[in-house]
């Protein structure tokens, strides 16, 4: 199976930006990790956001 290189580089740097990880560090992720990574960076963001409207 080949991985569709637009969507590995945004994923690289999506997780990058976040944690500071090397390129290594995420690249020897397996796909489902590194996925579930991203996944789980999005519903921080979108916690984050949404508490950031509250006037809090």
């Keep these: 199976m080949t ?3 637009d969507r590995l580089y945004s994923e ?17 992720l397996e796909h489902p990790e590194r996925l579930r990574y991203v996944e789980e960076i999005g519903r921080i963001n979108t916690r ?3 508490g950031s409207g ?3």
């Design 3 to 5: 991985y569709a290189p």
């Design 12 to 28: 690289v740097a999506y997780v990058a930006y976040h944690f500071h990880w090397s390129l290594e560090s995420i690249l020897d």
């Design 48 to 50: 984050i956001s949404a």
């Design 54 to 56: 509250s006037g809090r």
